[in-house]
């Protein structure tokens, strides 16, 4: 089965901006309080995390300032989208962007309201309302700091590329159906899924058509794409905004704004939590906790990527993280997550350490205490337009077609995870899109495991005997793992002997068993002996014959002196067998 590196499975150490795990020394600590502790303290910002910060401030602000620009369209439209509106957009863009950035484990990510979250987001606003998706996100955070004190940070790497990339080319459509409303002017489409909603707003503009809102959106998308293959450095989409908002404010055209927004953060409030509800929205929790995991600690390996001598600590990324997703509701904000698109600005830029992504969100609350009213004027359709932009840049075409051509299983994997997603849910795509994979990948193992049968050492014995040797004994060499998926065909080839009288079964090369691999190999040596075949085992290693003597297989080989270090000991055994006379 084939994976991403979306973690690290040994200790980090220091990359060139110093972002490293502290070195852990002796623990004094005993216990499962102290374990915990220990825990924490590693997972806080220490000196070394800000030692880079000294090292090159006026490109991480330049680098920061540019993040800001580009992320400021986006945390609007994001916020939008996901039901709770813009305001909710931009408090998580600034209080998840700064929480995140002090306490993650990378020195360029940079985190904030993603298209990702907000597909999980909005059946959650259908069924609980704002106050349900506040919670939510609290939950979510708690879960992320649990996954951070487990350290299971490093074991998202395992989850398969075509799962990957087919939730993320799903992700894109169903980001690009959920613009298709306000791209399209209109505010009242209705549904249960987004496709749904998408395929009532068309119905709804084909009877009051609003032409003005798709040119608007369909004129920010074109510049945004088209500008950056020109002049990939500049922030088209802010420009592409600016220009629909001035637009909007000279030329009487019917356009719905995004409407007045508070200037300044929202006074903090736990009004939102309900213990009782703990039970109801833990589903939708793990799914966020879950989506926040895997974009996070994808969107810092692909900064690792972009540099040289960086290496991100997946688990210090969880728990910062979690901390942002505990900071957001407290003020209004949504679920955040890493941002890959605004993490690839950020290294582009210059950015060398987490000055960059804190200057980010600096910016970001500037903008909403200096320019609110402005934002405000901003049409929908132009925020549309911006996140149709964006799903084609998520789509990567060729490395879909890749996936595609690599296997079948690769294929299915990919389909399947990609066609849920769309139709149902994100979360559902990632059940489905693992199990398929991991169906595909224990069909592979258990194909590569062979019996084959192989000739016997001639040795010096006369042609008489070779002949009766090649009558009545047969060697057997079981390559590969003898595991579940492969046991029973295993099994039906070994019942298959006739017309021996020793089976010699060379077991060095098998590569692994587990205990429905020994039963059935124990099945198998019954079943011969009982038609009256002499079973010889050799070559078993010391790990595999622990898990056959656990079970209780062969215990009658073991006895009656049939089980051999080696095979030809075992030949050896075999003729003298065969051949009552040779010595």
Do not use: C
């Amino acid at each position: 089965m084939s994976g991403t590196a979306l973690g690290h499975g040994s200790p980090p150490t220091a990359g060139r901006n110093g972002n490293a795990a502290r070195p852990q020394g002796p623990r004094r600590s005993q216990g499962a309080p102290g374990l915990v502790r220990d825990r924490v303290l590693g997972l806080l910002p220490g000196r070394a995390d800000w030692a880079a910060v000294r090292r090159s401030p006026r490109g991480d602000l330049l680098a920061g300032l540019t993040v800001a620009v580009v992320a400021l369209p986006l945390a609007l439209a994001f916020g939008v989208t996901s039901g709770l509106g813009a305001p909710a957009g931009l408090v998580t863009a600034v209080l998840a962007g700064a929480v995140a950035a002090v306490f993650g484990g990378s020195n360029l990510q940079v985190s904030g309201p993603t298209g990702a979250m907000t597909v999980v987001l909005v059946p959650v606003v259908q069924q609980f309302g704002p106050t349900g998706v506040l919670m939510v996100g609290a939950m979510a955070g708690l879960i992320l700091i649990a996954l951070a004190l487990a350290r299971l940070g490093r074991y998202v790497r395992y989850l398969p590329t075509p799962v990957i990339e087919g939730f993320t080319a799903g992700i894109a459509v169903v980001i690009g159906l959920q613009q298709v409303p306000a791209a399209l002017g209109v505010t009242d489409a209705h549904g249960e899924r987004v496709w749904a909603v998408a395929a009532d707003a068309v119905a709804r503009f084909v009877v009051h058509p609003r032409p003005a809102a798709v040119a608007v959106a369909l004129g920010v998308a074109a510049l945004m794409l088209l500008g950056a293959r020109w002049r990939p450095a500049v922030p088209f989409s802010l420009l592409g905004v600016g220009a629909a908002t001035v637009l909007a404010e000279t030329v009487p055209v019917e356009l719905v704004r995004i409407g007045t927004l508070p200037q300044g953060l929202p006074a903090p409030s736990l009004g939102f939590l309900d213990l009782g509800a703990v039970s109801v929205l833990l589903p939708s929790a793990l799914a966020v906790a879950a989506l926040a995991a895997l974009e996070s600690l994808l969107s810092a390996t692909v900064a690792d990527a972009m540099t040289v001598g960086e290496r991100h600590d997946p688990d210090r990324e969880l728990f910062g993280q979690g901390l942002a997703n505990l900071a957001s509701p407290v003020f209004g904000g949504i679920p955040a997550t890493a941002a890959i698109a605004r993490t690839a600005v950020n290294v582009r830029a210059g950015a060398s350490s987490k000055l960059a992504a804190l200057t980010h969100a600096v910016a970001l609350a500037g903008i909403v205490l200096a320019a609110a009213p402005l934002v405000g004027r901003i049409p929908l359709a132009a925020l549309a337009g911006v996140l149709l932009a964006t799903t084609v840049r998520m789509v990567e075409a060729g490395s879909l077609w890749a996936l595609a051509r690599a296997t079948r299983g690769d294929a299915l994997v990919l389909v399947l995870t990609f066609a849920v997603t769309v139709i149902w849910d994100l979360v559902t795509a990632v059940a489905v899109g693992v199990g398929v994979a991991v169906v595909v990948a224990l069909r592979a193992v258990a194909r590569s495991a062979k019996l084959e049968q192989v000739p016997l050492d001639p040795g010096e014995h006369s042609a008489e005997e070779h002949a009766l040797l090649a009558e009545r004994i047969v060697a057997y060499r079981l390559d590969g793992p003898l595991f579940f998926a492969a046991a029973h065909t295993f099994l039906l080839e070994l019942s298959d002997v006739a017309d021996v009288r020793v089976v010699i079964l060379r077991m060095s090369r098998v590569t692994t068993i587990d205990a429905t691999g020994a039963q059935v190999l124990g099945d198998a040596i019954r079943r011969l002996r009982g038609r009256g075949i002499t079973v010889l085992l050799s070559g078993v290693t010391p790990g595999h014959d622990q898990v056959l003597t656990t079970l209780g297989v062969a215990e009658e080989l073991r006895r009656d002196g049939l089980v051999f270090p080696d095979t030809p000991a075992a030949i050896h055994h075999a003729r003298r067998l065969a051949l009552p006379g040779a010595r």
